[in-house]
């Protein structure tokens, strides 16, 4: 155990060293940190849309949102004879007609219009438009646009008061909505987030990990290590320290979000309650998940690391890990939307996935104590075999030089070893 500290220290201490980890990590919280207490100095209510401004801003949205545009149509019908409709209905626009299709096409053609019409009757109409930029609602304003010239159209020709026809179309419907148990809406976007971020820290404390037992194995220190410790001591020493050392980041990170959120909560008026309004037992779930399935990573990459002779290999030997790591990620990812699904529950159990998939489940829906309790069993359990066969694969690769020796191989040649 002493053993143990003293490598945990060492490898811990050039993480902390690192001055590019510390500076990283202080700048990232530093700014958030400063983000979320930036509504208590500063009149964000524009922007946030918790004061009156925004309800005014909204009302007058049309008029001041930029340059006035120019649309041009072309009426079959008649009904736009006169354009003080549509220019009621687009605010802050200025409409030309045209004498026929072709004139609306060579009128946005060559940009004099914005956009143009052309409408063939009450129920079919063409819209032309130079480029389409992703805010554009114009069809959506003329569409209702036409179906209320239709119906006036309808009214008409059936002598129908329509008055009474449009209370019939434009009905009030008042529907509450009661959840009796969690809104998938309100967690999708923190557990996107934190997928991501456990995502990243595996793959690169990883290589982190796997790259500094490589280093020690090409400059031969390794040789002089194993003399004044245990092989059990350097591999577990390695993976405590970049687990500690990734855990203290994110933890800073979310602290400073979630926990400076918590205390300006207030002043944000609820809008950031998607991304940090994050419930304790999800938390715990999460950090208890993704701690022991680093660990479980972390204990592979090392293994990995010792292996390879240069560091140069470690990519090709750890190339198996990372697909595995990437198809969970997109899986898991991928069935965001059908937690309930089988693939789901399945990849919620499987310790190569249930660091980032069972949290999520707690997160987004309904699971029984009893699951989460048998996850983390085979999580814990597998985590454990994983570094027990990383430690005899650490002492076994340690002093082999020479090509890269795959995981498969590895194992295979502890199997005779035992045999023997």
Request: proline share 1%; with cysteine.
């Given at each position: ?24 990590s ?5 700014v958030?940190?400063?983000v ?13 849309g918790?004061?009156d ?43 030309k ?8 096409k ?15 009757s009450?129920?079919?109409?063409e819209h032309?438009?130079?480029?389409k ?41 008042t ?28 793959i ?44 203290v ?13 918590a205390?300006?909560y ?7 309650d ?19 399935g ?12 010792a ?24 899986l ?14 399945v ?61 498969r ?11 023997e």
């Amino acid at each position: 155990m002493k053993k143990l500290k003293t490598v945990l220290g060492f490898e811990l201490s050039n993480y902390l060293q690192n001055k590019t980890f510390l500076i990283t990590s202080l700048l990232i919280v530093v700014v958030i940190a400063v983000v979320m207490f930036l509504p208590r100095f500063i009149d964000m209510s524009d922007m946030l849309g918790t004061g009156d401004a925004a309800g005014s801003a909204e009302e007058s949205a049309g008029d001041d949102d930029g340059e006035e545009k120019t649309y041009v149509i072309y009426d079959k019908t008649g009904a736009f004879s006169k354009t003080a409709v549509l220019e009621e209905s687009f605010p802050g626009s200025k409409w030309k007609t045209a004498k026929s299709a072709d004139e609306v096409k060579k009128q946005v053609n060559s940009q004099k219009a914005s956009a143009g019409f052309v409408v063939n009757s009450l129920t079919e109409y063409e819209h032309f438009v130079h480029n389409k930029d992703l805010s554009d609602m114009d069809m959506v304003v003329f569409d209702e646009l036409l179906a209320q010239a239709y119906r006036v159209s309808y009214c008409e020709e059936k002598n129908l008061p329509l008055d009474e026809v449009m209370n019939l179309v434009n009905v009030n419907v008042t529907g509450t909505e009661k959840i009796l148990g969690k809104d998938m809406s309100e967690s999708f976007a923190y557990c996107y987030i934190l997928v991501i971020a456990v995502f990243m820290i595996i793959i690169l404390y990883g290589i982190m990990i796997a790259t500094s037992v490589t280093t020690e194995k090409s400059n031969r220190s390794i040789e002089v290590l194993v003399t004044s410790t245990t092989s059990n001591s350097l591999i577990f020493g390695k993976v405590l320290a970049g687990t500690i050392a990734a855990f203290v980041q994110v933890g800073l990170v979310l602290f400073a979000g979630v926990g400076g959120y918590a205390i300006n909560y207030d002043y944000w008026g609820g809008k950031l309650d998607a991304v940090l309004h994050i419930p304790g037992n999800v938390l715990l779930v999460f950090g208890l998940f993704a701690l022991f399935g680093f660990v479980f990573y972390a204990s592979i990459y090392a293994a990995v690391g010792a292996l390879v002779s240069k560091t140069e290999d470690i990519n090709k030997t750890a190339g198996s890990v990372q697909m595995i790591i990437m198809i969970v990620y997109f899986l898991v990812l991928f069935q965001m939307s059908n937690i309930d699904g089988t693939i789901m529950k399945v990849l919620s159990f499987l310790p190569v996935s249930s660091y980032s998939a069972m949290y999520i489940r707690v997160a987004m829906g309904e699971v029984a104590a009893w699951e989460i309790i048998v996850s983390f069993a085979i999580l814990l359990a597998s985590t454990g075999l994983v570094g027990y066969l990383a430690a005899k694969i650490y002492r076994m690769g340690t002093l082999r030089y020479g090509n890269p020796i795959s995981i498969r191989s590895a194992i295979r040649m502890l199997k005779n070893k035992s045999a023997e």
